[in-house]
């Protein structure tokens, strides 16, 4: 089993749709978690980090919820622009505490 | 401008001609990370480095190198290319642990 999951999509969704992505993530070990935003065929850009407590970014909040291992991602009112590929990530808490695994993504498309 | 840059950011090679992808970032950051991208299985750490002279394997570190001589500069190589080393290549950088990662623009290599 991946350690960090994702339903690939696509979802489809209207302008101003509310639309939730999940993440499972295996290794109980993972200390942060991160949403990235990947345009088609360019770079994955940091979204948000995750907090226990939740955090909220105009139309993003994202959730942590650790007993069952995943974490969301909630978009209110999609726009256009928000199309495209979210990828969520969990740094391991290893001995450099530096490997950031992703899931595969998760592809959103807004339509008008 | 604060960014990570590749080169090359295209490149058709064949097999076993050994190639080296460049990967510079400008932020003074400690860690550097090589991923490679693949439909269906998303970002996979290559190689990672902590510091100059530090670096450790990923999650698919075969018939891959690097070298991490000075801290802006983290290059892969790869010795002997074959066919399933044909994908995306990202490299990304950041300060600390649990600071955003940055990542630069990609470079996709094709092996024939």
């Known amino acids: 089993r991946k350690e960090v999951e994702q339903d690939p999509g696509p979802f489809n969704v209207p302008e101003g749709a509310t639309v939730a992505f999940n993440c499972t993530y295996s290794?109980?070990?993972?200390?942060?978690f991160f949403w990235y935003r990947q345009d088609c065929r360019k770079e994955p850009k940091l979204l948000m980090s995750v907090y226990s407590s939740g955090n909220e970014d105009g139309r993003f909040t994202a959730q942590l919820n650790r007993a069952s291992q995943y974490i969301s991602l909630l978009i209110r009112d999609s726009k256009l622009s928000d199309s495209a590929t979210y990828l969520c990530a969990g740094l391991k808490n290893n001995n450099a505490g530096n490997m950031l695994t992703f899931g595969g993504g998760t592809r959103l498309m807004v339509k008008p | 401008e604060a960014q990570v840059t590749q080169n090359p950011r295209y490149l058709i090679t064949v097999t076993g001609k050994k190639l080296t992808v460049t990967c510079s970032q400008n932020?003074?950051?400690?860690?550097m990370s090589w991923y490679r991208q693949d439909p269906g299985l998303g970002l996979r750490q290559i190689y990672y480095s902590m510091n100059v002279e530090v670096t450790d394997k990923g999650d698919v570190p075969e018939g891959y190198k690097v070298s991490r001589k000075e801290k802006r500069n983290f290059p892969l190589i790869l010795e002997s290319p074959s066919p399933n080393q044909t994908s995306l290549y990202f490299c990304a950088s950041k300060l600390a642990p649990y600071n955003e990662q940055f990542f630069g623009p990609g470079t996709r290599l094709t092996v024939l």
């Open positions: 932020m003074n950051h400690e860690y």
């Open positions: 290794n109980s070990a993972s200390q942060s």
